[in-house]
């Protein structure tokens, strides 16, 4: 007999489809390259494992029937610019049939594979996963007089404008300033994606919560604790006449403070 509770998983290329039945919950890994068509290998016959539109949207409709709820997790170095579009707009589709979206940056969402995450309800990312954008690429073989170099160049100004309409919807920040982002090719951390309003809020207690919540433990007490740890902290270890206090063991830290042990 099958548990109920237990996620049934269905692996398509390299993206596994976690379902719970409890939670009405469908987990979507983007852990590979995007791409409009897997690869094939003509030596051993076997397929890429890229993520392609045709699979994603195939397992999104088929999960958004009995979920409620979506959450993407995004490991990939991007890839195919029309390919991750394609997905993201079914992505925003989801919302308006009243299926909630939420990503997780688990390492890096670079390039096409940021316009997945921006597609999604909420985003959120460690403080040591990154994201990354840059300008439009082309792949160009062959030999092409100077009309048909300018014309690709269009091409790709053209598209870049579009990237960054979908930048500045989500971020609010100005096209002048998502242009020089990319133009750059900005790399952002957990933090600095979030302050930059490319992700919502960090997975994980930043170290300043950390900090904050050591900090109202041992305000106005006196402890022997590492020097990194009180130059973090910025704690005064002194008494109530002013003069420094030093504990050995814990014995005498109750003895002083029982009710701070206590609590």
Not at 126 to 137: E, F, G, K, T
């Amino acid at each position: 007999m099958k548990n109920k509770n237990r996620p049934n998983k269905q692996m398509v290329g390299n993206m596994f489809f976690n379902v719970s039945t409890k939670e009405e919950t469908t987990e979507i890994y983007v852990y590979s390259y995007i791409s409009t068509e897997r690869s094939y290998d003509w030596w051993t016959g076997e397929e890429g494992t890229e993520v392609t539109p045709d699979d994603f949207i195939q397992q999104l409709k088929a999960a958004t029937v009995n979920s409620k709820e979506i959450v993407v997790r995004i490991n990939s170095n991007g890839g195919a610019m029309f390919a991750a579009q394609a997905i993201a707009t079914h992505l925003k589709e989801c919302k308006a049939n009243g299926v909630n979206t939420i990503c997780k940056i688990d390492g890096i969402c670079a390039s096409a594979a940021v316009l997945l995450a921006l597609a999604c309800d909420k985003i959120m990312i460690p403080s040591s996963a990154y994201m990354m954008i840059h300008n439009p690429l082309n792949i160009m073989f062959g030999m092409y007089n100077a009309d048909e170099l300018r014309k690709t160049a269009e091409t790709l100004d053209s598209l870049k404008q579009g990237v960054i309409n979908a930048y500045v919807e989500r971020t609010g920040l100005s096209e002048k300033e998502c242009s020089k982002m990319m133009d750059a090719e900005t790399w952002m951390n957990g933090k600095d994606a979030v302050d930059k309003g490319f992700a919502d809020e960090l997975m994980f207690e930043s170290d300043d919560t950390v900090i904050n919540s050591i900090r109202s433990v041992f305000v106005n007490s006196a402890t022997k604790i590492p020097d990194a740890l009180v130059n973090a902290l910025s704690i005064n270890i002194n008494d109530e006449k002013g003069e420094n206090m030093e504990f050995t063991n814990s014995t005498e830290l109750k003895a002083a403070f029982p009710e701070l042990i206590n609590e």
